[in-house]
């Protein structure tokens, strides 16, 4: 029998597990690359991939199905501006899932959920950070 | 409620207990840096998967 061989439960009750996979979803439209579980990056990824179809419809009622569903209106407005029109010449497989091991604490294999064309920021922009911490510095000596 | 009758030998014991063992996992090698890494999974040295890098290691 294939009794309950589609999609996972997360092991949460109905209302946990759509609460948590709101928040996945959101998180992903927010920040665009998240690192998770697998299985909760793999229950998140078709409900993201349909945010975005709801992205690139843009209409009045696709905004209000998104806005009722992602956490934060912010989250809504970036994804209607931002993201749908980046994926406007792709027809769906907005969103990649790496394997990124096992996590230290409990041995859970972990995954990044991101989205199709993120690009990583990496930490080399603590130099430039450093020179706007010194120029206000000077400023402020100036000042004095 | 039930118990054993018999007390099980040595050998009954170890015999049982010889499928009892671990496997090393599959390794394969990062392109990038060259250590030993989980196939299909991101180089946890390095961050790299197929030729970009995924996490920051540093961070």
Known sequence: MRHLNSGSKLGRQPAHRRATLRALVTNVIIYESICTTIARA????????HMITLGKRDTLHSRRQAAAFLMTPLAT??????????????NGGYT???????RFGDGAHEAILELVGYKLKKKETKKKEKVEEAEPAETAKAKA | ??????????MRKN????????????LGTCPQCHHKKLPH????????????EVIDTKA
């Open chain 1, 42 to 49: 793999r229950a998140a990824r078709p409900l993201v991939e």
């Open chain 1, 77 to 90: 407005k970036k994804l209607f501006a931002d993201i749908a029109p980046r994926f406007s010449q792709r």
């Open chain 1, 96 to 102: 990649r899932i790496i394997k990124a091991g096992y």
């Open chain 2, 1 to 10: 409620m039930p118990n054993p009758k018999r007390r099980h030998s040595k």
């Open chain 2, 15 to 26: 015999s049982r207990r010889a499928h009892h063992f671990l496997t090393a996992p599959t």
């Open chain 2, 41 to 52: 999974n991101v180089c946890q040295e390095c961050g790299y998967y197929k030729g970009r």
